[in-house]
């Protein structure tokens, strides 16, 4: 006897045992799904989802399609294969665009832009003399000799407050979150995957038979494999995975038609971003490094300190001497790790992970997703 309420017709069509059962309905599990269904169309697949919407960072995030500004390539180049991971960033970008379409994402190739202060001319110059450099490593990435070029000169077209030096991305891109992910979660049902929604997998067993996964609402969901793609929650049901929350805030104000801000702007090593949104409100997120402790958290939350740092940002530097009204605040939390490459590992028999986008995900999930597919659907 099933220990649960569902009924005989739920189990039979979408509790009830399938090739690989995916948990997380995020970028990377519905892209994960989509290529799975491409390479084994005959396999059940199902996605279990805790929030009545997918609720991780897919649905919170800022929508730039980038792959690193100057400064945060700097840093992250100390950490090993840059070039790689990089390459990986552009491919799952790709994959993106290609999987969904530009229409389907309102895709913008607006290009991105490192801001810097007067006061940070020490690293304006240590960037601006990175140029040539990062053009040569990744003109074999991105196809082009050009990747970054100096655009101080275009600073006054913006309008900013106290802004010396402007080093442009010309690859870079936005999109639209939201869209991107009603256009996943329509292609997933319409390949026979349904997405069970309110559907948290509160423990995962490994059996003789295969991985089961007990849900919050008592079902029991048995499964060939299990992908576990629930990026900075993953310790929850894996504890010794090696994935470190980190909380990102966002703020979207009232609409300003008579600011003109093209293009994805990047400030503070990539701690902070903003950029315009179609309606004419100007998104902004970040802070996390004004307290790593605090922000290191799976909860939701905003904070004083955050917030005050984004308004005061909006203030001086965005739309000097205004103070618009904020309509929308909320936060979403991304999965970090010891390497900048995303987790892609069998973890535990018939069980993989493919977690850890490093805050980078709109970039790197779909080709995330696409090698987890690769690597559920061998044998
Ligand atoms: C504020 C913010 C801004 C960002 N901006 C950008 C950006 O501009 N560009 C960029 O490239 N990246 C950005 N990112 C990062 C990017 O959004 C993420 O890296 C990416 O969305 C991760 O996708 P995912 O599928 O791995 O995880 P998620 O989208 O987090 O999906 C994981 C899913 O698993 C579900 N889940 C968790 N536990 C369980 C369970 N036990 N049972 C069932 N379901 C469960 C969650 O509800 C969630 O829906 C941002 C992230 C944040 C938070």
Request: net charge neutral; glycine share 12%; no cysteine.
């Given at each position: 006897m099933l220990n649960s309420t569902l009924s005989?017709?739920?189990?039979?069509?979408?509790?009830?045992?399938?090739?690989v059962a995916i948990v997380g309905a995020g970028l990377v599990g519905l892209t994960a799904a989509l290529y799975?269904?491409?390479?084994?169309?005959?396999?059940r697949v199902v996605v279990l989802e805790r929030g009545a919407l997918p609720s991780g960072a897919s649905t919170k995030n800022a929508g730039f399609a980038c792959f690193g500004s100057i400064s945060e390539l700097i840093e992250q180049e100390k950490r090993g294969d840059l070039q790689g991971v990089v390459a990986a960033r552009y491919e799952g970008l790709r994959h993106l665009r290609e999987l969904l379409g530009d229409a389907a994402l309102n895709y913008q190739p607006v290009g991105g832009y490192e801001l810097f202060r007067h006061e940070e001319a020490g690293l304006a110059a240590e960037c601006r003399e990175k140029i040539d450099y990062?053009?040569?490593?990744?003109?074999?990435?991105?196809?082009?000799?050009?990747?970054?070029?100096?655009?101080?000169?275009?600073?006054?077209?913006?309008?900013?407050?106290?802004v010396g030096t402007l080093l442009k991305n010309e690859h870079e891109g936005s999109l639209d979150a939201g869209r991107m992910m009603r256009a996943l979660l329509a292609r997933v049902w319409a390949a026979d995957v349904p997405v069970l929604t309110n559907c948290a997998a509160e423990t995962l067993e490994t059996t003789a038979a295969g991985p089961r996964l007990h849900l919050a609402n008592g079902a029991v969901v048995e499964a060939g494999r299990v992908l576990l793609a629930t990026n900075a929650f993953a310790t929850e049901l894996l504890p010794e995975l090696a994935v470190t929350p980190g909380r990102g805030q966002v703020l979207v104000t009232e609409p300003l038609p008579d600011v003109q801000l093209p293009g994805t702007f990047h400030y503070d090593y990539g701690y902070a971003y903003f950029r315009q949104l179609p309606n004419h409100r100007i998104l902004l997120g970040g802070g996390r490094n004004l307290d790593f402790a605090a922000e290191t958290t799976t909860a939701p939350g905003l904070t004083d300190a955050v917030q005050d740092y984004l308004e005061n940002l909006l203030h001086e530097v965005i739309v000097p001497g205004r103070r618009p009204r904020i309509d929308y605040r909320w936060s979403g939390v991304m999965g970090f790790g010891p390497a900048?490459?995303?987790?892609?590992?069998?973890?535990?028999?018939?069980v993989l992970a493919a977690v850890r986008c490093n805050g980078m995900g709109v970039a790197l999930g779909a080709g995330t997703g696409w090698q987890a597919a690769q690597k559920l659907a061998v044998g």
């Open positions: 005989y017709w739920e189990h039979q069509s979408f509790f009830g045992p399938a090739e799975l269904k491409q390479l084994r169309p005959a396999w990062f053009n040569q490593l990744l003109a074999p990435v991105v196809g082009h000799a050009v990747t970054f070029r100096d655009a101080s000169a275009e600073a006054g077209r913006f309008g900013f407050g106290g900048l490459a995303p987790l892609i590992e069998w973890v535990r028999p018939g």
